[in-house]
């Protein structure tokens, strides 16, 4: 996981900073957050290294959409929209082809899913999302919620918990959601950085 993996994730970020910088920064925002809560849970620090590095690279597929349509600020037409969706299956297209990343890019492809099964692409639902997509589920949403967007101002830290938890149970694991809430208002995301580093050899 230290050698070939995390070369490899690194050079996929270097293409990820100079294709969309801006997507970069919110992967290392979404693989702290999933590597934090991954630790909460007691999970093995090696499905916390693959958690992480799921977390930097599960938008890895944003590359092959356009950035007129990412970065849009009015509303997306429904044809853009669709286009948005694929996303997931390219980035695990793309991590797939990857020797050691299997679990990786499976977390990738599923981290759009719901857990009332009404997300993408493949409309699974409950604990039929694998853990670590329903992680990072969690983190994504949190980190986009709490991060301003081209078309929409950023929420704090109170109300997107509050979202949180108004969606648990329909679009997230709802202990998954309580779990991250409490450590959320712990303050425990203030070592995301150091842990960050941690874990992927830095």
Known sequence: MKSTLVHAA???INVMEL????TSSHSRQVAGYAALLAGELGMPEKEQQRI????????????GISTNILRK????????WEEVKKHPVYSHEILSAIPGMHAISVMA???????????????????????GARILAIAD????????????????RREALEECRRCA???????????????????EADFQHLLAGKLIGQ
């Open 52 to 63: 992480y590095l799921a977390g930097l690279l599960h938008d890895i597929g944003k590359l």
């Open 10 to 12: 690194r050079a996929l």
């Open 73 to 80: 600020p009015g509303k997306l037409t429904a044809t853009e």
């Open 141 to 156: 949403s949190y980190d986009a919620m709490t991060s301003d967007r081209v078309y929409r101002p950023r929420m704090s």
């Open 109 to 131: 492809l599923h981290h759009h899913e719901r857990y009332d099964g009404n997300g993408y692409p493949e409309g699974i639902r409950g604990e039929a999302i694998p853990l």
């Open 169 to 187: 149970g329909t679009q997230f694991d709802p202990w998954l959601a309580e779990r991250f809430c409490r450590l959320m208002e712990r303050g």
């Open 19 to 22: 294709g969309h910088n801006y």
